[in-house]
């Protein structure tokens, strides 16, 4: 089973310009989710999806990022126009359920920074 | 709010010896807890598990602790090996805690 992919691995930018990032999901998971990781912290919530609706975006800086997931299976996240702090490991994961339990499953990441 | 804390941002142990690893949570109305570990340049990856009606998961050499009265788990990790060495989350819906990063010395 192929896992969570994302792409590209590692991106470069000047403060103010745009940068989008992909996820392809695991086959079948309809939760998916997108985290930003800075250094030294935990991963921190962004925006949740079920499928192509939007379950939880409270923490999404919506001045700046926007996020979607066409027809409920690969999702982008868009920063524009970035700063300094959004340089950070942005992870993207999906989730199966089993027996009323929820696991996710991550992506490998895209390391972002910004200068 | 920082429904999740691990209050240690690394630990180092010998090859063989046992590793535990600490979170504490607020606000107990969710009862399921997950740990995940995560290598240098990849995702995290799952773990472990436990559940609010127990109070102890097993599986191979990892064990989860949940001490309800004290809002507090644990992951213990016997004997501990050098690839074990990772840095270990622990979970509770999306909140996640900062992390321990674990060192097991050969």
């Known amino acids: 089973e192929a896992g969570v992919a994302q792409s590209p691995r590692y991106k470069i930018i000047e403060k103010r310009q745009s940068v989008a990032f992909w996820c392809n999901p695991i086959?079948?998971?309809?939760?998916l989710y997108w985290y930003q990781q800075i250094l030294g912290q935990g991963p921190k919530l962004l925006i949740q999806?079920?499928?192509?609706?939007?379950?939880?975006d409270s923490q999404l800086p919506k001045d700046r990022f926007s996020a979607e997931r066409l027809k409920g299976v690969d999702s982008t996240l868009k920063i524009q126009p970035a700063k300094l702090e959004d340089s950070a490991v942005y992870l993207c994961?999906?989730?199966?359920?089993?027996?009323?339990?929820?696991?996710?499953?991550f992506g490998p990441g895209t390391r972002l920074l910004v200068l | 709010d920082q429904q999740v804390k691990q209050n240690s941002p690394s630990l180092s142990v010998q090859e063989g010896r046992i590793s535990i690893l600490n979170c504490d949570y607020t606000?107990?109305?969710?009862?399921?807890f997950l740990w995940y570990k995560k290598y240098p340049a990849e995702g995290p990856t799952f773990l472990i598990s436990?559940?609010?009606?127990?109070d102890k998961n097993e599986d191979g050499r990892f064990t989860v602790f949940l001490n309800k009265s004290a809002k507090h788990l644990s992951l213990h990790i016997v004997p501990s090996q050098p690839g074990d060495s990772a840095v270990y989350f622990c979970q509770k819906v999306v909140r996640f805690g900062a992390g321990t990063r674990l060192t097991v010395k050969p």
């Open positions: 436990i559940s609010s009606i127990k």
């Open positions: 999806f079920q499928n192509n609706g939007v379950v939880d």
């Open positions: 994961a999906s989730s199966l359920v089993t027996g009323g339990r929820e696991t996710q499953y």
């Open positions: 086959s079948g998971h309809a939760t």
């Open positions: 606000n107990s109305m969710f009862d399921y």
